[in-house]
């Protein structure tokens, strides 16, 4: 997360990647939590997400952020795909649907905060 604050706001392609990392150790952490095992990829992971209806909220906002960190990387060009508007509403706010879920499923009471704006270009 403090990472992520650290991206210039140009290289949204980063922050789209770093947010879904981030987003990964939350939905492993719940994987853990639950002595869930054989996840080994993200094939197995969203085997399982999308399989378990006790993740049912947390798979429903990893999915577009798997997506689109996936389309970021792996695409030509990322910026067609991430406005420097959409970062706050489009992305962090999976993040946090994503966080929000781990902790009400692992009945853990600390609490994230937002993250920054983006400054304007």
Do not use: C, M
Request: aromatic share 10%; net charge positive; glycine share 0%.
């Amino acid at each position: 997360r403090s990472f992520i604050v650290r991206i210039p706001p140009d290289v949204r392609d980063w922050i789209v990647t770093v947010t879904f990392a981030t987003a990964l150790h939350a939905v492993d952490t719940l994987l853990e939590h639950d002595k869930v095992t054989g996840v080994v990829s993200h094939e197995t992971r969203n085997a399982t997400l999308f399989r378990t209806h006790r993740y049912h909220s947390v798979a429903r906002a990893y999915r577009p952020l798997y997506d689109l960190s996936r389309t970021v990387r792996y695409l030509a060009n990322p910026t067609l795909w991430v406005r420097q508007e959409d970062l706050e509403p489009r992305v962090f706010a999976l993040l946090y649907d994503i966080e929000r879920s781990v902790q009400r499923l692992t009945n853990q009471t600390h609490e994230f905060p937002k993250l920054p704006p983006i400054p304007p270009k």
